[in-house]
């Protein structure tokens, strides 16, 4: 099949075409994201490959459709960008990655924890002016305190079994309890009590119309003072208003952020040439307790390779039997 890529970085091009090797398909890259002003570009294609901030909405599949695109592989398992009720409409197939490496993200969560409770991003710079001041740097033990994780799917669930192992208190709110938690001591609570609990708190549920700014104003106010606010699910599970006032007020002691709800004007790109037109995130910027990455949670060797070769396999099981491997449709988000 001929698939047009979109949203491509070189890293994504190596793993794509390691990974296409011997299928026969043709990928045709493209660096635009996927939008209605870019649609265009996948004529003569059969699928279409996104990316987190590609704009996958009713417009775009339908523009989609009308030059014959019957699927969509989703090189993320995150699908929040995607209309699938437009999709089921115009009978096109909408496929994802449901796990390339909960690892990665759990990992990359516990980095964004350390660094700023030890405050590794402050000491580095120091350090590298000749000031071996500790003044500032004061961190807390992680061992005892009490962590609140949203979510404990895949990656939540790796979460909690690296922060048992930290000896830390883990208290978890999901729909739906994952025995591998119950069985390592989580224990699962109201989300006031997980707020009102919690020393650190780490989002890692899905971006659903539930979940949109679930940390928003009064959930702030239901929490310990000086709270560890982590997110590295999507960026509007967080009002980034509140959290800002939260940051002024000190409800807020620390905030690590690798997703951001309006990143897609800026991430994944180089934009250290310009200034940033996001007065919201230039001001996050500013304080010293905020440790930004930019949707990087994901980005390991191990989940790059699973990425492209979980990619290639949607394709090749769509073309020889109609269904991709790993389909996302309104019926199976509803079961
Ligand atoms: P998953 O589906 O395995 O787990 C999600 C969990 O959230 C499930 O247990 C589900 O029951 C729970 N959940 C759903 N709605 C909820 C609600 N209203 N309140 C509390 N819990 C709820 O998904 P996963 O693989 O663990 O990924 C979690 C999220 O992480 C993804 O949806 C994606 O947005 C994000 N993600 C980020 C990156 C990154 O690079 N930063 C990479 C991959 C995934």
Redesign the pocket.
Same mark, same amino acid.
């Given at each position: 099949m001929q698939i047009a890529v979109f949203s491509t970085k070189p890293y994504d091009r190596r793993f794509l075409e390691a990974a296409s090797a011997g299928s026969g398909h043709r990928l045709v890259y493209f660096e635009a994201k996927l939008s209605v002003e870019t649609c265009d570009l996948a004529a003569g294609a059969d699928a279409v490959c996104t990316f987190v901030n590609d704009d996958v909405s009713g417009g775009v599949l339908a523009s989609l459709s009308a030059k014959g695109i019957k699927l969509i592989v989703l090189r993320?398992?995150?699908f929040n960008n995607v209309d699938l009720a437009a999709a089921k409409v115009l009978d096109i197939t909408v496929a994802r990655v449901p796990?390339y490496s909960?690892h990665a993200?759990a990992e990359h969560t516990l980095a964004l924890i350390l660094a700023l409770n030890r405050k590794t991003h402050r000491a580095y710079n120091r350090v590298r002016e000749g000031n071996f001041a500790l003044e500032g740097l004061l961190g807390f033990d992680l061992a005892g305190k009490t962590v609140g994780v949203?979510?404990?799917?895949?990656?939540?669930g790796v979460v909690c079994k690296i922060l048992v192992g930290f000896g830390c208190k883990v208290i978890a709110? +999901?729909?739906?309890p994952?025995p591998a938690c119950l069985d390592i001591g989580v224990t699962y609570v109201a989300i006031d009590e997980l707020f009102s609990s919690s020393d650190i708190i780490t989002l890692?549920?899905?971006?659903?119309p539930?979940?949109h700014h679930l940390i928003n104003e009064a959930a702030l106010t239901r929490m310990k003072r000086a709270v560890m606010l982590i997110n590295?699910?999507?960026g509007a599970v967080v009002d980034t208003h509140a959290v800002l006032k939260g940051l002024k007020e000190g409800v807020i002691g620390n905030l690590g952020l +690798?997703?951001y709800e309006e990143e897609a004007d800026l991430f994944f790109e180089d934009l250290s040439g310009r200034f940033i037109d996001d007065d919201v995130f230039a001001r996050l910027l500013t304080f010293p307790n905020v440790l930004i990455t930019g949707?990087q949670?994901?980005f390991t060797k191990e989940a790059l390779t699973n990425i492209a070769e979980t990619t290639i396999a949607n394709v090749t099981s769509f073309e020889k039997t109609g269904s991709a491997m790993h389909e996302v449709s309104v019926e199976k988000i509803a079961r």
């Open positions: 993320s398992a995150g796990a909960p993200v949203v979510g404990t799917g895949k990656i939540g709110y +999901d729909l739906q994952n890692h549920c899905p971006l659903t539930v979940t590295t699910s999507r +690798d997703v949707h949670a994901f």
